[in-house]
T-cell receptor, first 110, second 115 residues
């Protein structure tokens, strides 16, 4: 039972354009949502998070949107840069238990 | 701060052998997590500890897997006996429960290959 789903395994975007990564979840008890970035041969690194009581959080080029009624969150990267090329994981938390999606590989083309 | 430290970085072993993975969390963090990453299932939570006490081990796949945290600065994940389907990258992560961002800090992972 996949409680957190990232349905797009990969995404290619031109440098300077917007990257939009999507994530769906099924458990309405999740209280926090997070995005992580992962480069090859490294552990995931935290990008941005959002509480379930908010619908938007922004940090520099990264913005996370949460639509609770649709059980959907998205990560927007504007403008996209070649260094953003990585695998992005969304994660959801319920009582300190974190459930991760399967990841989306983003490729930013120069 | 050195971050989360994992050892070894790579482990190749034969089926049936015992494997022990090690983790040193960030000093002061009170939560420690063990994850397994595979292509099919992504990052799966195996077990997590709070103040050295196991809280949820429902993700541990079988009795062949066990984890301990004898003190705040050290944890082990043991597989005995190992099987080829255990081949994956195993990550350890730690976090501070009072952090407003609720972020976890991951180690570099241990790539396990069971032949």
């Amino acid at each position: 039972d996949q409680q957190v789903k990232q349905n797009s395994p990969s995404l290619s975007v031109q440098e300077g354009r917007i990257s939009i990564l999507n994530c769906d979840y099924t458990n309405s008890m999740f209280d926090y949502f997070l995005w992580y970035k992962k480069y090859p041969a490294e552990g995931p690194t935290f990008l941005i998070s959002i509480s379930s009581i908010k619908d938007k959080n922004e940090d520099g080029r990264f913005t996370v949107f949460l639509n609770k009624s649709a059980k959907h969150l998205s990560l927007h990267i504007v403008p996209s840069q070649p260094g953003d090329s990585a695998v992005y994981f969304c994660a959801a938390r319920n009582d300190y238990k974190y459930i991760f999606g399967t990841g989306t590989r983003l490729k930013v083309l120069a | 701060d050195a971050g989360v430290i994992q050892s070894p970085r790579h482990e190749v072993t034969e089926m049936g052998q015992e494997v022990t993975l090690r983790c040193k969390p960030i000093s002061g963090h009170d939560y420690l997590f063990w994850y397994r990453q595979t292509m099919m299932r992504g990052l799966e939570l195996l077990i997590y500890f709070n103040n050295n006490v196991p809280i949820d081990d429902s993700g541990m796949p079988e009795d062949r897997f066990s984890a301990k945290m004898p003190n705040a600065s050290f944890s082990t994940l043991k597989i005995q006996p190992s099987e080829p389907r255990d081949s994956a990258v195993y990550f350890c992560a730690s976090s501070l429960g009072t952090s407003g961002r609720n972020e976890q800090f991951f180690g570099p992972g241990t790539r396990l290959t069971v032949l």
